[in-house]
């Protein structure tokens, strides 16, 4: 029934934190504009001991955070 009453973003911030809490680490294609996978980044930046790495789509660029 949960399922059911979330709707569009709030499916995608919840599937998104789940995969966060789950993951040993994260690799995010993100180009530092604010969307979905920035607000990812930002939570999994709140989580102690989750390597990130973050590749910029437009210039290739590879950033451990």
Known sequence: EMQRSLVGSEMCIRDSRYMVDHADFIIAVWDGRPSGTGKTVTYARGRNGKSIIVIDPVTL????L
């Open 61 to 64: 660029a590879v950033e451990r």
